[in-house]
């Protein structure tokens, strides 16, 4: 039976990373999968995390089942986190969440609730957007449509198509957005484009969903929330993804958490009965140990203040370095207006190198990029900037 199988091919992020790894140039420079990198293209361990970690390992007295929906600390840390201490939608339990094995199943979990318990036919995401995104959700029956988002001449959103194509999206449709941080262009939408986009939601009543996968990479935890919780505080219904991997360094620990917002109470509870048989399905309950460490965090002020000031240290690097690249590639000699990278959020940029410029500088160079010309700016350090900007000032030529 497994003979007639076709090999799939290699996912075009994760793939890379394996290239990347075989490849045995000294001088090699990886932007392409989206880890945060220190100044030494390391990620260790955050400190908060590994205090947790430290008491964690000594009070642990079981390794006995979560509940379905997860640990219930965890849960309402990540509420809290997304709308504030002192929500109301939180004390009117409108919001209910369940943790997940990260993001992407946060996203799984959403795409199986929408297609087969509310019977969402279609769901839209930005052009362009995470590769993962599609797959995602048309593994899980959705048919994937796309809305514009990007201007690739003026490297920025496009927000008049984006507008447009929002319009004409039915009523009973999902729409997904990008908290913030918006992966692979690193632009988002200015809080009073929110507010244009909510108008729309509103007045069309297609469904929005939030991916949120880089809380505090952007300007800061409370920051890149402002637009959820726009949408949060104005809509009886709305989904939102979380994930834990960038913001805590968790990615290998899969912690993540969907959260779904009815209008009231009663309706929150039966939808998430229904997001809970769902999980069920899938793995049943979520795994313990990096749940229990974002929430022994996020309960602990002065360790919640040390995770703060360890994201905000990853923030600002990534934004000295969007900089930097900047201005190094202008002393390399580039004829190219490339100021817009300073101006986006995030880790990532849409660098506007073309395919085939991609590839020379992966083949020449060693210099590893994603195809769509997606760059990790965490990849980019003070040692390896100028040979960088230089290779990518000769491949430009
Ligand atoms: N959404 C976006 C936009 C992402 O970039 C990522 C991670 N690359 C995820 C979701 C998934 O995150 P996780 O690793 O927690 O599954």
Not at 71 to 85: K, P, R, V
Not at 366 to 382: D, E, P, Q
Request: proline letters at 4%; one cysteine or more; hydrophobic letters at 40%.
């Amino acid at each position: 039976m497994f003979e007639s199988l076709v090999k799939a091919p290699a996912d075009p992020i994760l793939g890379l990373a394996d290239i990347f790894r075989a490849d045995e140039r000294i001088n090699k420079i990886n932007l392409s999968v989206g880890i945060y990198k220190d100044e030494n293209t390391l990620t260790p361990v955050l400190n908060s995390v590994k205090k947790a970690e430290t008491y964690l390992l000594k009070n642990e007295q079981s390794k006995t089942y979560l509940p379905i929906d997860g640990l219930a600390t965890f849960n309402l840390a990540t509420q809290q986190l997304i709308f504030g201490n002192d929500s109301q939608l939180i004390q009117e339990n409108r919001v209910k969440t369940a943790q997940a094995p990260g993001g992407t199943a946060a996203l799984r979990i959403m795409a199986e609730f929408l297609a087969s318990k509310i019977k969402v036919k279609h769901i839209w995401v930005s052009n362009p957007t995470w590769p993962n995104h599609r797959n995602v959700f048309q593994t899980a029956g959705l048919k994937v449509k796309e809305y514009r988002y990007y201007d690739p001449k003026n490297h920025d959103i496009n927000f008049d198509a984006f507008i447009a194509d929002l319009n004409r999206i039915p009523q009973g449709d999902a729409v997904l957005f990008h908290g913030c941080c918006h992966n692979p262009t690193g632009i988002d939408p200015t809080l009073e484009q929110w507010q244009i986009i909510l108008d729309i939601a509103i007045k069309k009543r297609w469904l929005p969903l939030f991916d949120l996968a880089y809380q505090g990479f952007g300007q800061g935890i409370e920051e890149d929330v402002l637009g959820v919780r726009l949408f949060a505080n104005s809509l009886p219904e709305l989904l939102i993804a979380s994930s834990y991997s960038k913001n805590f360094g968790l990615y290998n620990e899969r912690v993540g958490a969907l959260t779904l917002i009815a209008e009231n109470a009663e309706v929150a509870d039966k939808a998430f009965s229904q997001v809970k048989t769902v999980i069920r399905a899938n793995y049943s309950n979520p795994p313990s140990h990096g749940g229990n460490v974002v929430a022994y965090i996020l309960n602990n002020p002065e360790l919640k203040e040390e995770w703060i000031t360890e994201l905000t240290v990853m923030r600002q690097r990534i934004h000295r370095m969007r900089q930097l690249f900047v201005k190094t590639l202008q002393e390399k000699g580039t004829k190219q207006d490339f100021s817009f990278i300073a101006k986006q959020n995030g880790m990532f940029s849409f660098s506007g190198l073309t395919e085939q410029q991609v590839l020379t500088l992966r083949n020449d160079y060693g210099i590893y990029i994603v195809n769509s010309g997606r760059i990790n700016v965490a990849g980019m350090t003070l040692d390896n900037m100028s040979l960088l900007c230089e290779s990518i000032v000769n491949v430009l030529a």
